[in-house]
């Protein structure tokens, strides 16, 4: 306050006391006392209890968009039974609305307490972690943590046992309490970036199985009107089985692993019955067809992993959405199931295009794995069915 002023008086009143203490940077530097005198007042009744600071013969101006902002810098707003009034008006603490991550950690100095928050909408101008020390927010920081993650990063941390300059507004960083706090930070943060990632990733996947469903939904359209297309019977190796006969042609795909009931872990290619659209016939709109179903498959490592399948006619298409690396190619077929590669930089740069370019992507991937399938290695025949299932699912 003496920076601001030459002179304060601190009014404080609680229960049935109540006293002033005025402060005159003028009178303390000609008077040889350190004592600033406390003055006893009478109870006012009409005051409620708390503590009223008066600035006086002001150094510098101030606004009162400068005063709500350090006081919500350096006051803990949210503090149980504490209240700040500026002007008449009470200041009150902001939420910010993300995902909450709470810390609870005890150190050999004491224990460490909050939360960190990743805001749905971060600002700029409240950028960094609060720490808290005895009630009093000593800085908002980042702590020198090096993660893209703590830019984004709100919260409060408090932790009382840090030791702190005579201002309060700096660390005595040279101590073992300050170490052990921010190695203690720097895991919570490195947790939340896992945590976050993972969730980034189960997103990401969400949105790609979607696609995929739809795009599997428009394969089995393209495929009923390309009836002379579909093969009799293709083999758990993907090759075309000359020995079926078309009048008890069975599925042929490698049997469920143990304990997988139900599952169908193959591209399938079945003979039989089901209905078929002419080529060139319109889709009927009111024809509402089942989604693409969910199924449990193998993938290259022997994992179980989700994947979906259709059936149209005598034709059966399981996909499956893989993390395959950025060196393997956008799709492939092994072990009869068509693998998308989400670590493909095609992927990369149509998934956040929207759902209608996605969609389309893995759909000319659905198409040129089952077109290299049953073309039988002619090329100039693959490219054909390629296109006329890509232009019959669009």
Same mark, same amino acid.
């Given at each position: 306050?003496?920076?601001?002023? &030459? ?13 002033? !203490? ?17 003055? =006893? ?23 009162? =968009?400068?005063? /709500? ?6 006051? *803990?707003?949210?503090? *149980? ?15 910010? %609305? ?28 409240? $950028? ?6 005895? %009630? ?16 984004? @990063? ?49 997103? /990401?996947?969400?949105?790609? &199985? ?44 490698? %049997? ?20 078929? @659209?002419?080529?060139?016939? *319109? ?6 067809? =089942? ?13 179980? !992993?989700?994947?979906?399948?259709? $059936? ?24 009869? !199931? ?13 998934? &956040? ?42």
């Amino acid at each position: 306050m003496l920076s601001a002023c &030459d002179r304060f008086r601190l009014r404080t009143q609680r229960s049935d006391f109540a006293a002033e !203490i005025v402060f005159d940077k003028r009178d303390w530097r000609a008077s040889d006392s350190w004592r600033i005198p406390l003055i =006893p007042l009478p109870l006012d009744p009409e005051s409620s209890d708390g503590t009223t600071v008066t600035l006086e013969r002001l150094k510098r101006a101030f606004t009162l =968009p400068d005063i /709500e902002r350090y006081v919500r810098e350096r006051l *803990p707003l949210n503090a *149980p039974h504490f209240q700040i009034f500026l002007n008449g008006k009470r200041l009150e603490a902001v939420h910010v %609305s993300g995902r909450r991550f709470p810390v609870n950690t005890m150190t050999p100095y004491g224990p460490i307490h909050g939360e960190l928050i990743l805001p749905n909408f971060p600002k700029g101008d409240a $950028m960094g972690i609060e720490c808290v020390v005895r %009630s009093v927010v000593v800085c908002r920081s980042t702590f020198g943590i090096e993660l893209p993650i703590v830019m984004r @990063l709100r919260g409060k941390i408090e932790a009382d046992f840090l030791p702190i300059t005579s201002d309060r507004t700096r660390f005595i960083t040279d101590t073992p309490e300050y170490r052990s706090f921010v190695a203690v930070l720097i895991k919570e943060v490195h947790a939340v970036d896992r945590l976050t990632r993972e969730i980034a990733k189960q997103k /990401e996947e969400r949105k790609a &199985d979607e696609a995929l469903k739809d795009s599997l939904s428009r394969m089995r359209r393209a495929i009923r009107r390309n009836p002379d297309i579909a093969p009799q019977v293709v083999a758990p190796t993907g090759e075309i089985d000359p020995t079926a006969q078309e009048s008890n042609a069975e599925a042929m795909a490698p %049997s469920a692993y143990p304990g997988e009931e139900g599952t169908v872990p193959a591209y399938q290619m079945l003979a039989g019955g089901g209905q078929m @659209l002419p080529q060139g016939e *319109p889709r009927q709109a009111e024809q509402k067809e =089942p989604p693409a179903k969910k199924i449990r498959v193998r993938d290259l490592k022997g994992k179980s !992993i989700t994947a979906r399948r259709i $059936m149209v006619g005598g034709v059966g298409i399981t996909c499956a959405l893989e993390h395959c690396g950025k060196e393997i190619p956008a799709a492939f077929t092994d072990g009869g !199931i068509v693998f998308i590669n989400l670590d493909h930089p095609l992927y990369k740069k149509q998934k &956040d295009k929207g759902p209608d370019l996605l969609g389309f992507y893995l759909t000319y991937l659905l198409s040129q794995q089952v077109a290299l399938l049953l073309a039988e290695g002619d090329a100039r025949k693959a490219f054909d069915m390629q296109n006329r299932l890509l232009t019959d699912s669009w």
